[in-house]
C-alpha cells in the first residue's frame, strides 16, 4: 500500500511540473502591453489553457 502512494506521489508531482511550465510559457506569450493578441497568440492562449485543465482533470482523477 505504501508503495501505490509513493507512485501516486510521483504522478502527481510530474503532473504538477508539467502544469508549471504550462504557467511560464503562458506568461511567455501573453501580451505584455494593452494591444488585443493576434487571432495566433489567442490559438496559442486557448490551448494552453485546455492543457492546463487537462493536467488538473489528471491529477484529481488520479487521487480519485
Same mark, same amino acid.
Given at each position: ?12 508531482? #510530474?503532473?504538477?511540473?508539467? #502544469?508549471?511550465? #504550462? ?6 506569450? #501573453? ?34
Amino acid at each position: 500500500m505504501k508503495n501505490k502512494f509513493k507512485l501516486l506521489k510521483a504522478d502527481i508531482q #510530474l503532473e504538477l511540473d508539467k #502544469l508549471h511550465s #504550462l504557467e511560464k510559457e503562458m506568461s511567455s506569450i #501573453l501580451p505584455s502591453s494593452t494591444k488585443r493578441p493576434s487571432s495566433v497568440e489567442l490559438r496559442a492562449i486557448g490551448s494552453i489553457l485546455h492543457d492546463f485543465y487537462s493536467g488538473i482533470e489528471k491529477v484529481f482523477k488520479r487521487i480519485a
